[in-house]
């Protein structure tokens, strides 16, 4: 089955299923081995990972890059935060193609203006953009994606704006309309309430996905109870990995030795097997005919 | 004082200093923060965490791509491990060229073949670059650049391939000659053995630059007593990356939960300050009058 | 003379001068061996050689990496069509910074939204920036750049689209006040009335660049009365070898045969020049000693 | 049909076939629209067109991203002219794969050393690769390879590196061998008598494609009579623009006028054609309900 069927049985599915993020071949991989059956490739932490601020400040082929590295080291179906689309319409649809071709399985496309801030960073007060223009920005990409399963997502920020529910509906229900495959409903609150009105009046017509890291600690069982569709673990790889490098980068400055350091680090066999180093020498062996390393030498 | 001029004497500093990897935007600052005078960018470590392997199997400009991301992220000198310059002499000089321009410090090329092998994985099986070779690469490089204080450290592969003391000494030699700034002395011994014979003979003709990954059981005042100049902790970002994740990738894969994760990663507040979001919004401030933010609003 | 001071003063000088567009390091190289002080790298005819619209489908580091090797391969100074500096402020200063390093000497922004549309298809029906908007972008622009003599150029579009003698002056003087060094004045119109009427009001305030790719009729000498300080021939090398390259394919097509081509091609020994493989060859003998091309051989 | 199955059609073809080269995403479209059934994308061209030299000095990926845009552009099958493979057989699979995610229909590799040399610049004093490494990495690509129809054509360059007859015959026999889908001949001679003495002795074991740069004067029922399967005209759009940018670029420098170049290049609406720029107003139409352009302002 191919990574946009996938990511589209995976949305559609009742049950609540999980994805989680990652920002490089690496942390891709390391998502697909513990099991995820999809993986969010974060706008926040492919920027932090750059070095770069959540505010297109890459640009979006240097995220494409970033995107083929991972979609080349998994199996498992990627969706992409893909902000706004970089752009208008044909941006997005651009954009489209060239995901299509990396086997990237869906974007999703939030409805703010180019160039994008971070939700949590500024919230209210940001211009969302016009209905009918986010619209004709989803009708284009469905228009162009060849694989009929390739996923658009519409994620909703009229709660990030502080615009209330009947704003939330009006625009989940126009870009519905407009083809979107499933709404990604977003809240910056600690609670989960405003996810809750928002799904009561929904009634199932597509899909819901949240991303709960600002009300992390609202219980799994209370995901099902709603009827949630896909839960976005959406920035703790990346947040686990700073943790550890600070951690380990301070304690090596300050002891000056690396004694103490390996036990906490994973072994080096570790990164040549999520490499794939073993392919790689049995394909030595049958494509190198002695060359260039010497015969028996190891 | 420009990174070259910092790098080159930290390098020619009779004192012992240490420098740690990092392989991206992100985990640079990481280091720089923590107090590092200086930053090894790791081809190990940023082919892994794009997911490929350390065979040059990245194109050299896909890595210039991470390094200037590197390179705009922090102040602190940056010295890559440049594998074989990525080619010939030719490629190797047009490298220094585009290092420069980003600001990269230096570079450390190895006497191994175009596409490299990890020194770790193929050791003793691996054919070296002949000695002229290699000496003519290394004057390429330093009549190319245009600051005079660029570092090109020589990485000596005699040990790792099993060639012993006299090869290592020649090797050294005649890459001085040729106008390298530092020899690279590299071991896979679990000891430093091999490194104090080396040393022994060598007498400082010029700095000596160790990278103790496999033998990190050696105790710091080691390095002090014979007089290495440069200790890289090479790999150690990465590694405390990988086993951060991993868990924290486990733990959620089955708690399918958040609440007992947030604390063992970093705030994203945390996130948002490497990324220096406070900048941009005191830009906005500046720059964006009334526009597309409305005023007051937050 | 770095290029920044190259290409301040020639806009400066109030003698008019002339600069060439290009669209490859190719095409750089011509324009400066045919004699120009200075090349103009079209976002027209970039976009149009990679085969894409002038709506921004290309991303700014796919035209940063076309610019990076048109400056490589030239000294003469490249003044960048750089659209609305592909994005808000903050993408306008982060460009800065990217084309310093690559030492383009400065680059011309329009008063339009992103993504742009090319001037001579839709003209009167784009919206402009509003004015504030603008001039922060051209403040941080200028914030931004390290060399004190780059230069940033505010292309008017208020007669493109449609809205008068009034409102484009009013333009120009608020870009000036904000720190634009110079004002690119354009118009589509067949003569030159509407450039006139603006010069006459304007009295000197800033130097002015014109592109008369529409007015193409007016003689030079009407550039010189009206003391305009830099003409701009922006389409007509890419627009000479659209002609070439269609004539020789349709008669290769229907020849199948080169006997009557090889008069109307460069030879082969042109190209080699170009890319001066000469060097490349002294290169060799110095740095390449024995290795792996044979001695004698040739 | 897909590109690959027509590329593979078109070789194997009893009736000798044509190709044109393309350097880019504009002069690819333009060997389209002249009735071509295929494309070569010259690593002379593509780096002569950067403003570099043909030997590697632009890196693989960069290659990649200029081919992409060709792909994009369109609908013809593409044979890139693939140097070595950029390094070993591990380098050379990995750009079937690159290759194949971007429609590219097939790849021709010569059996010389990374990095490479022109062939017409150095000839005779170049080493060939070992014959074993060289079917090695055939092997390596033709097992990678995803789509069956993919090409990989082998280039044998014994005739170039002066080695005679029975070393092009050894050679050509081991590729074909080894899974190659057909033989470039290639030859420096003014005259075809190299490749007749091969035509001859291989007898149709695989099709054969040759490169007449250099024998141009051959008539073309000549390579009838011979049985070629494909001839390429390897060089020939880069050579007639180089020639017409020469030409308009010196005009327009002497002239200091447009008056007198209109007439001799491409009207402006016809860069617009070939961009496309028609689909996008009509999508403009479809998807931008009143944004950001006004109704019925054009």
Same sequence: chains 1, 2, 3, 4.
């Avoid at 970033?66 to 998994?74: G, K, P, Q």
């Amino acid at each position: 089955m191919n990574k946009s069927t996938q990511l589209k049985r995976l949305i559609q599915s009742p049950t609540t299923d999980y994805i989680m993020e990652a920002h490089n071949g690496l942390s891709a991989k390391i998502v697909e081995e513990a099991g995820f059956k999809g993986i969010w490739a974060s706008g926040l932490s492919i920027s932090a990972s750059m070095g770069v601020r959540d505010n297109n400040e890459a640009s979006w082929t240097q995220v494409l890059d970033v995107l083929e590295f991972m979609s080349d080291a998994t199996k498992t179906p990627i969706l992409l935060d893909g902000d706004t689309g970089y752009g208008n319409f044909n941006n997005a649809r651009r954009l489209v193609k060239k995901l299509e071709q990396r086997q990237i399985a869906g974007v999703c496309i939030e409805d703010k203006q180019f160039p994008k801030t971070n939700s949590f960073i500024k919230g209210e007060a940001q211009l969302l953009a016009p209905i009918d223009e986010f619209c004709g920005k989803i009708k284009a990409m469905k228009d162009t994606q060849q694989d009929e399963d390739f996923v658009v997502v519409a994620r909703v920020e009229a709660f990030i704006a502080g615009l209330g529910l009947d704003e939330m509906l009006r625009r989940a229900e126009a870009y519905r309309q407009a083809g979107a495959d499933a709404i990604l409903a977003h809240s910056k609150r600690s609670d989960i309430t405003e996810i809750e009105s928002f799904v009561k009046e929904w009634s199932g017509r597509l899909p819901i996905i949240i991303v709960p890291t600002k009300y992390y600690m609202t219980p799994t069982n209370r995901f099902h109870e709603l009827g949630i569709n896909l839960v976005i673990w959406a920035n703790h790889n990346l947040r686990a990995s700073v943790n550890a490098m600070q951690n380990i980068s301070r304690k090596l400055y300050t002891q000056q030795s690396l004694s103490q350091i390996e036990k906490n680090v994973s072994p080096l066999e570790e990164i040549f097997r999520l490499q794939n180093a073993q392919e790689l020498e049995s394909a030595e062996e049958k494509y190198l005919t002695g060359l260039p390393f010497e015969e028996g030498s190891e």
